[in-house]
């Protein structure tokens, strides 16, 4: 298979599939479709990222049986070609919480919790000499709030200022850094996948496939638990029936105070949204065409941002309007 030549053309072509930091094209060959998987011009880093997405899929495949195969990376040109899943985005078959996933998205949930749970270190990539200790959540969980405390700190002015309307604090982290220090249980690393939500898993006719293993981190498993909760949003049944699901899977010293440290990893990922989608729903508010598209996604912001703002001990006001406003005058045409 010439995979320069498969990149070359992914490249000549115009559409590609969902991803936010790649973009994605099924190439057909004479054996049957690939998908080309090269990164996208400009996104910016909006997440901890550890390990080169092709190292992790060479390294969990043994493994993980429901992760896409890597057929060839390439460093330079930077492109993967990935095994191409037939089937459907769970998005598409289940777009929110009013329609249940179907039991067999929730069995390979369960799977893949309980593969990567056993997945050993001596088989991923090395992790960086700073980074957290095995079973210190503590410094996990600080090394994720940093990661939010940059992205807040290196705004231009025209981004600043839109924080400042929004009245999103200079340290957003601030107390959730105090309880990290004072309430996460220590419990061993364990790989994760990091980005498990609905666009990421494609169901096909008897499983379900998970895709996208850029943000794949080695740390505390319940925050795996808690991103995929919080992009996900599960209704009640759903919900429960994955929180067993996880709990079956893990291992007993993976448990370890697990259901109280969900819930500071839930509200780190409600103060993360608060300041990555502000930068992202006010652009796209700066770019709706219409005003009523702008109220839409000034609405969501304002949701994500009242979800935030107990984390922040303070009330939150702001109207869907006057997010708009504050959106078209920092982020307006020829602005930021």
């Given at each position: 298979m010439d995979y320069l030549a498969l990149y070359e053309k992914a490249r000549t072509h115009k559409g590609s599939l969902a991803g936010f930091y790649h973009h994605n094209v099924r190439v057909d060959t004479?054996?049957?479709?690939?998908?080309?998987?090269?990164?996208?011009?400009?996104a910016e880093s909006m997440d901890l990222t550890l390990w080169p997405e092709s190292s992790v899929l060479e390294a969990v495949q043994p493994y993980v049986s429901r992760a896409p195969r890597l057929l060839h990376a390439s460093a330079d040109p930077e492109f993967q070609i990935h095994e191409f899943v037939e089937g459907c985005l769970v998005d598409e078959v289940s777009p929110g919480s009013d329609t249940p996933l179907p039991q067999t998205v929730l069995d390979g949930l369960e799977r893949l919790f309980c593969e990567m749970l056993r997945v050993p270190v001596t088989a991923l990539p090395p992790v960086p000499s700073d980074w957290p200790g095995d079973g210190d959540t503590k410094a996990f969980a600080l090394r994720l709030l940093a990661c939010v405390r940059e992205i807040r700190s290196r705004a231009d002015s025209s981004l600043e200022g839109l924080y400042q309307d929004l009245d999103i604090p200079a340290d957003p982290c601030g107390p959730l850094s105090e309880r990290a220090v004072a309430e996460l249980s220590g419990r061993p690393f364990r790989l994760l996948h990091a980005d498990i939500h609905r666009k990421n898993m494609i169901l096909g006719k008897e499983a379900v496939v998970f895709l996208d293993w850029e943000l794949a981190l080695w740390g505390d498993p319940v925050y795996d638990l808690a991103d995929h909760l919080h992009k996900t949003v599960h209704n009640v049944s759903d919900r429960h029936r994955v929180l067993a699901g996880w709990e079956r899977a893990a291992p007993a010293e993976c448990r370890l105070g697990w259901q109280d440290d969900l819930e500071f990893y839930l509200a780190y990922e409600e103060t993360k949204s608060a300041?990555?989608?502000?930068?992202?729903?006010?652009?796209?508010?700066?770019l709706a065409p219409t005003a009523h598209e702008r109220l839409t996604l000034a609405g969501e912001l304002r949701h994500k941002l009242i979800r935030a703002s107990p984390h922040w001990d303070r009330a939150w006001s702001p109207q869907a309007p006057e997010i708009v406003d504050a959106a078209l005058h920092r982020l307006g045409p020829g602005v930021g």
């Open positions: 004479d054996t049957g479709p690939v998908l080309v998987r090269t990164r996208g011009p400009g300041v990555v989608d502000t930068v992202r729903w006010g652009r796209r508010i700066a």
